[in-house]
């Protein structure tokens, strides 16, 4: 009967794990082979090998160290505030006040939209003479324009805050629903103990939730790891390279310079840390992904 | 009908269409052509050829792909990888194209050009050999200039700045005035390029120091190109350059400035946007072009151009003498006369008759002064457009500009 | 009942604040060309043709066609396998579906940037480029890791003893996963549904490079190219936006309360 159970198991997997291997396994383990040449990526036979050249050149590339820090930076803002302001966007939904309803579709929408589509309206919003540059200077705040994105030193930053605004929607319904698990009785009990509201969060709630906290850190981390369409349509990685990101690097070196052999240990390293970053959290957490 | 004929019926109808289908398939040839410039005036050059073209060859019909830049490479790559390119493309004249063209995955058109087409400007066919061959169809030619607002100028009284100096000081007064100067779009990296190409124009009288450093032949830890860099760092200074370049594309941001009336001056324009800038301009004031000027007055005011339209022939294309017989199309006198009259820039002699207007002329005549714009290496390209974002933002001094320069000529 | 009122109103209003970004999207959709730039928000003259202008401009019944039928497609396939493995990992175990489950939780790891070009050679040597074939193909593998995650944690929340109680009934193990587990999963499959819809229906680089023809395009690529150019035509893009974004919306609107039980017992319990 085992057997029976386990053959039929690995059937029902088969067609999962052949479409895995088929279109992620075998170009993974191309971009693997391909971080060892040198490839314009014109035509196939202009492949030449490289050893380890790629590997020792990515040490002395101040750009990749650029956007290697600007991928940390955007993994742990984001991560942070989605799960903070997640979290608070739970709580006000779980009031169920009349108000509640619209306020979660509201924050949930544009998690539906396309990031393109978020980047490019955030983009033109905060243009130089754009809408918010508008406002900002009828209210008398400021007198030269505000460079959202032309400011070497915050272009990063104001795609944060769009991926933030884009995305608190996703980690608020994942905690909303994790708020509905709470057994009602604990956190009764509590009440009439005369704990506090925060003391019922402290004590209550955040444990339970601690499943839900781990789930969410890992599915944010990764998509920051892997993020690339918002990034590049605001900035493309500029002003002079202030702002790239993994993804967007790698882009511009397969895409633009043609360097496939280079975008391609780029590609490795992303890998790389988005595997660490799930297996550091699997430590902290002990919990079973 | 009854339930036995009708599959019966079915398969019949099926033949047909099969059969129809092999027919039109095999009567039927189909040639490939990308270009990227979907707006504006190109696509009316591009369908006058394809119908000229189409109607000589009855069985042979044109399909027009227009991708949008930024997406345009990528697309590219992945045809070209996959022996899937289109017959004919269009192909940007630096970085890329002497790369594709030692790939081997495109026609040496030496010989092609030699029969069937115009004689192109001894200029522009050496700016497109590559390894003593050339690559590719130059289509039309363009300048980059100073769009300015004639109308505030004469209300101003402001004229034509013939130094840098000059410039700075009009600048200042339209500062003052609530104006801004030059609004430029540097977002899309292109452009920041051009500022610095535009002052070399200046700086290297002998016109050649460009092309030596692109070929590795010389540094470009040279003076004429510090110096350069010093001139664009010196303009920004003196707020000669409208703020918020960096953040702006050109033709979205920096062109509604202009447009506007909020900005006086707007760069990089060429004949690729005056059409649009005359639709969005109307009637609501009069504008014309100038160069950036010479760095000391009494020199000779020089622009920057070069080639615009450039197209190639893809070498697994199967119906090679046909697309190398459309870029004729695209090229021969009735080509030319389409090109005038959308106040493109012929890269060959133009012997019609069509009235020029004054805008037209003013570029035609900056065409005969202009000065390259072309760093071939893509690396180094890529740092001078990556470096003058910082030098527009302030975040780079013109030493570190060049030293980013040598670094990227290492690679 | 102030203090409520007062509260209801307070979060309205922080939900129609951050909807101001999508609001200004769809008065921008409104304005005339001359207009597109200057105004600020809503102008006086509401131009509702624009839709219209739009919807024929960009091709948009060709556009949405081909999405729909991409993203449809892929979806059902996405819940069919990634609900079958699941299954399997946790409940019809056998020797390497531990290390099965991990490797294809891996997979959500990996950004399409980095694959597409071996990717785009596989398919070109299958004889798939320029298909919709390629795509749905793509994109089912890469929405199988988190509908897996999703699914096999809504199924290990059904009772053993229900399956076991199936088993000794005697009945086939494909007949208790399609009548019994899922019928209770509705709510997980509602959650795959709209995260591999999410996926889908905006994604664009990999449709941009396994697709060719135009008449192919979805609607992320479709648009794309609009809005490359000078001369843009803002209005409309915003338009188009506004369109192209309603589908999602009604499928999340619909089944909105089964996504938060889905993901209740689903994606949370890891």
């Known amino acids: 009967m085992r057997l029976r159970t386990a053959r039929i198991g690995f059937l029902f997997s088969l067609p999962a794990i052949l479409f895995f291997l088929a279109f992620i396994l075998a170009p993974v383990v191309s971009t693997f082979l391909l971080s060892f040449v040198q490839w314009k990526g014109f035509t196939l036979s202009d492949m030449k090998p490289a050893g380890l050249s790629n590997f020792i050149e990515l040490f002395s590339d101040g750009v990749f160290f650029r956007a290697l820090t600007n991928t940390l930076i955007f993994v742990a803002a984001t991560t942070v505030f989605l799960n903070l302001l997640g979290f608070i966007g739970a709580a006000i939904i779980d009031t169920k006040l009349a108000g509640s309803g619209f306020f979660k579709n509201a924050i949930f929408l544009p998690v539906l939209l396309s990031p393109i589509i978020i980047g490019i309206m955030w983009s033109r919003m905060l243009d130089a003479f754009g809408i918010v540059n508008q406002l900002l200077k009828s209210a008398h705040l400021i007198k030269l324009p505000f460079l959202f994105l032309g400011d070497e030193r915050i272009a990063l930053y104001t795609v944060i805050g769009a991926t933030i605004w884009q995305y608190t929607g996703y980690d608020m319904l994942l905690y909303y629903a994790g708020l509905q698990g709470i057994p009602h009785e604990q956190v009764e009990a509590a009440t009439i103990d005369g704990a506090s509201r925060l003391g019922i969060i402290w004590n209550v709630v955040l444990p339970f939730l601690s499943p839900v906290i781990a789930v969410t850190m890992l599915l944010n981390m990764i998509g920051g790891f892997k993020v690339f369409d918002i990034v590049y349509v605001m900035t493309a990685g500029g002003p002079n390279n202030s702002s790239h990101v993994f993804a967007t690097y790698l882009f511009l070196q397969a895409f633009r310079f043609n360097r496939m052999g280079y975008a391609s240990v780029i590609a490795i390293v992303i890998i790389l840390f988005s595997i660490i970053a799930a297996v550091f959290r699997l430590r902290i957490v002990r919990q079973e992904v | 009908m009854n339930r036995a004929a009708f599959p019966k019926v079915l398969g019949f109808a099926a033949a047909f269409f099969f059969a129809g289908f092999l027919v039109l398939a095999a009567g039927n040839t189909v040639i490939e052509f990308w270009s990227w410039n979907n707006e504006g005036s190109y696509p009316i050059v591009h369908e006058d050829a394809q119908k000229r073209f189409e109607a000589a060859h009855p069985n042979v019909s044109l399909k027009r792909e227009y991708i949008s830049y930024g997406e345009y490479m990528v697309k590219l790559k992945a045809v070209l990888a996959g022996a899937e390119a289109p017959d004919v493309f269009q192909i940007p004249w630096a970085g890329e194209y002497p790369e594709l063209a030692r790939s081997g995955k495109i026609l040496p058109l030496t010989n092609a050009l030699k029969k069937g087409f115009p004689t192109f400007f001894p200029n522009i066919m050496k700016a497109i050999s590559v390894d003593g061959q050339a690559w590719s169809v130059p289509l039309d030619l363009n300048t980059l200039q100073i769009a300015y607002n004639k109308t505030t100028f004469d209300q101003m009284g402001l004229s034509v700045p013939k130094s840098k100096d000059e410039l700075a000081a009009l600048s200042k007064k339209l500062n003052d005035a609530g104006n801004f100067a030059v609004a430029m779009g540097t977002k899309d990296l292109w452009s920041a390029a051009d500022v610095f190409f535009a002052q070399i124009a200046y700086t290297d009288p002998t016109h050649t120091k460009m092309a030596l450093a692109d070929a590795g032949k010389i540094s470009w830890n040279s003076p004429e190109f510090l110096k350069a860099a010093q001139v664009v760092a010196d303009y920004v200074k003196q707020e000669v350059i409208a703020p918020g370049a960096n953040s702006m594309e050109v033709f979205v941001g920096a062109e509604n400035l202009f447009v506007q009336q909020q900005s006086a001056m707007f760069y990089p324009v060429g004949n690729f946007v005056t059409g649009g800038i005359t639709e969005k301009v109307g009637d609501s004031f009069e504008w014309s072009l100038f160069p950036w000027p010479p760095l000391v007055k009494g020199g000779e005011a020089l622009p920057t151009g070069g080639v615009a339209e450039m197209f190639v022939v893809s070498k697994d294309s199967k119906n090679k003498d046909l697309a190398v017989e459309f870029l004729q199309y695209l090229t021969n006198d009735e080509g030319k006369e389409i090109l005038v009259k959308n106040d493109f820039i012929p890269s060959s002699t133009y012997k019609g008759s069509i009235a020029m207007s004054p805008l037209y002329k003013n570029m035609l005549d900056a065409q005969s002064k202009s000065q390259s714009r072309v760093v071939y290496n893509t690396t180094v390209y890529t740092a001078v457009m990556n470096g003058m974002q910082g030098i527009i933002g302030g975040t780079l001094t013109p030493q570190q500009f060049i030293d980013s320069l040598v670094k990227a000529a290492k690679k | ?270």
């Open chain 3, 1 to 270: 009942m102030i203090k409520k009122a007062l509260q209801t109103l307070g979060i309205s209003l922080v939900g129609l604040g951050f909807l101001v970004p999508i609001i200004w999207v769809i008065s921008l959709s409104l304005r005339s060309k001359k207009t597109v730039f200057t105004a600020l928000f809503f102008t006086r003259d509401l131009h509702f043709e624009n839709y219209l202008t739009a919807w024929k401009t960009f091709h948009f019944g060709r556009l949405f066609l081909n999405s729909a039928f991409i993203t449809g497609v892929s979806v059902l396939f996405i819940l069919g396998i990634s609900s079958l493995a699941a299954y399997a990992f946790c409940r019809l175990k056998y020797r390497g579906s531990e290390f099965f489950f991990y490797l294809i939780l891996l997979g959500m790891m990996i950004p399409p940037a980095a694959v597409v070009i071996p990717l785009f050679l596989i398919m070109k040597n299958l004889g798939l480029y320029n298909t919709h074939l390629a795509l749905m193909l793509a994109y089912v593998t890469f929405g199988l890791p988190i509908a897996v995650l999703i699914f096999r944690g809504f199924f290990l929340s059904v009772p053993a003893e229900l399956i076991e109680a199936a088993r000794i009934d005697g009945s086939h193990e494909v007949n208790t996963f399609a009548s019994i587990i899922m019928p209770l999963s509705t709510p997980a499959i509602a959650t795959v549904v709209i995260f591999s819809f999410m996926q889908n229906w905006n994604e664009f680089l990999l449709a941009l490079v396994l697709l060719k023809d135009r008449l192919l395009y979805t609607l992320p690529v479709g648009m794309a190219n609009l809005v490359g150019q000078w001369d843009s035509p803002w209005q409309l893009i915003a338009a188009g936006v506004v369109i192209a974004s309603l589908p999602i919306f009604i499928v999340y609107l619909t089944i909105q309360d089964l996504y938060v039980k889905g993901l209740t017992a689903g994606a949370l319990k890891g």
